[in-house]
């Protein structure tokens, strides 16, 4: 069965260090893996995708992923934080053999950029 | 392009009441899914669909039937409402392959907030 963690519920920095949110998978075959934001009662808003190619993906609002197979993770990272980063992140997978299937999400990290 | 419609954005039933939540898109999406988001459990599949009259369970099915008769629409069918299916309902879609459509993932909702009591 397919599944997603995100160890840690909540994630504090300061504003302009590098930040990381962490998520690890578990998925038959190859994975489709996603980072999604939700803002305060908003819907989910997508951030980047690992589909295949370079390990280290780049996405929205300088965010960027690093898929590591042998770890089975996608830790998603910026190097320097913004206030405006607080949010809730989802990491989400799916099976690249499990065509039509939703995603799977994990239970979500909140993130708290202090100024 | 509207994307992806759910309507109502807000509803309060009472206990055993039923009702309808809709999903519509635009973008000729074949996989459709709803999802459930409930505080400290993220983001729970419900049910998907990945075509035209195909559809099938997902974790939290249970209370909840679906039907896909167009490419469309997906509503979501409450059959007797309980206090514990308050939530916020989101569904989404995404295309086939790794075209335009798929450039973003799948595609959400803003929600439907719903209050059972």
């Known amino acids: 069965a397919q599944s997603v963690a995100q160890p840690e519920d909540q994630v504090n920095v300061a504003e302009g260090n590098p930040l990381t949110v962490k998520c690890t998978y578990s998925v038959s075959g190859n994975p489709y893996l996603f980072w999604y934001v939700q803002y305060p009662n908003r819907g989910l808003q997508f951030l980047l995708k690992y589909i295949t190619g370079d390990n280290l993906v780049k996405g929205s609002y300088g965010f960027e992923a690093e898929f590591n197979k042998s770890q089975t993770s996608f830790h998603l990272k910026k190097p320097s934080a913004l206030v405006s980063d607080s949010a809730l992140y989802f990491c989400a997978v799916r099976g690249a053999n499990q065509a039509g299937t939703a995603l799977i999400f994990g239970k979500g990290t909140t993130l708290s950029v202090s100024s | 392009n509207a994307g992806v419609t759910q309507t109502p954005k807000f509803q309060v039933l009472k206990t055993g009441q039923s009702m309808t939540l809709q999903c519509a898109q635009d973008?000729?999406?074949?996989?459709m899914s709803w999802y459930r988001q409930d505080p400290g459990m993220g983001l729970r599949l419900i049910h998907y669909?990945?075509?035209?009259?195909?559809?099938d369970q997902g974790e939290v099915p249970n209370g909840y039937n679906v039907s896909r008769s167009t490419t469309e629409d997906f509503p979501l069918r409450l059959l007797s409402a309980a206090p514990s299916q308050t939530s916020v309902y989101f569904c989404?879609?995404?295309?086939?392959?790794?075209?335009?459509?798929?450039?973003?993932?799948?595609?959400f909702g803003s929600g439907t907030r719903l209050t059972v009591v």
């Open positions: 973008m000729n999406h074949e996989y």
């Open positions: 669909s990945v075509g035209a009259g195909i559809t």
């Open positions: 989404a879609s995404s295309g086939r392959g790794q075209g335009p459509s798929t450039r973003y993932g799948y595609t």
